[in-house]
């Protein structure tokens, strides 16, 4: 894996975020409830463009934090992490809630990439003071499981949604 560094999305990175949403494809893996969310990218699908959910994210400021993994060498955006100060900002059940949602680009996946992003992320939550994050995945998504645990996941327990009928495992790591 080739060194990455955390940047908070803004204006300067719209069109590597757009090229970054492209690579994700209809029929991968659900992984939310929402089918369509690109974890780490969290409410883009929501939005007309890039540029109206850069004003969104900006509104969340202070709540919520987004980032794009970028590599050192090229400066290409290889990972997207959205960090929730706090559960209650995470739109789905408070069962299901997560301090964290990331992704990986398909091309990039595999390379470690995933395991140093949410180290870094992990670096940003215990800047704002957290003592402890909550992190969900589905069960299926056995590559975000190794992530979280790689990172000091410690696993809870496996809750299945009532309305989806996913089986998502939850964890915990103390900062």
């Known amino acids: 894996m080739e060194p990455i560094r955390l940047v908070p999305v803004s204006e300067e990175y719209a069109g590597a975020i757009a090229e970054y949403a492209a690579q994700?494809?209809?029929e991968r893996m659900?992984?939310?409830?929402?089918?369509?969310?690109?974890?780490?990218?969290?409410g883009l699908e929501e939005c007309a463009?890039?540029?109206?959910?850069?004003?969104?994210?900006?509104e969340m400021a202070g709540k919520i934090s987004w980032f794009?993994?970028?590599?050192?060498?090229?400066?290409?955006?290889?990972?997207?992490l959205v960090l929730r100060h706090s559960l209650e900002y995470d739109d789905d059940d408070?069962?299901?809630a997560s301090h964290f949602g990331y992704s990986i680009r398909p091309d990039e996946q595999r390379k470690g990439y995933a395991k140093e992003q949410l180290r870094l992320g992990l670096e940003e939550a215990r800047k704002l003071g957290l003592t402890s994050v909550r992190l969900v995945c589905r069960d299926l998504n056995i590559g975000s499981g190794r992530t979280i645990r790689s990172c000091g996941g410690v696993?809870?327990?496996?809750?299945?949604?009532?309305?989806?009928?996913?089986r998502i495992d939850r964890y915990d790591i103390a900062l």
């Open 94 to 96: 408070p069962e299901f």
């Open 24 to 26: 994700f494809p209809a």
């Open 49 to 58: 463009d890039v540029r109206s959910w850069l004003g969104s994210c900006a």
């Open 155 to 166: 696993y809870l327990d496996s809750i299945t949604g009532e309305e989806s009928g996913m």
């Open 30 to 42: 659900r992984v939310t409830l929402k089918p369509d969310r690109i974890p780490g990218l969290d």
């Open 68 to 80: 794009l993994s970028v590599r050192e060498r090229d400066g290409k955006v290889v990972g997207a």
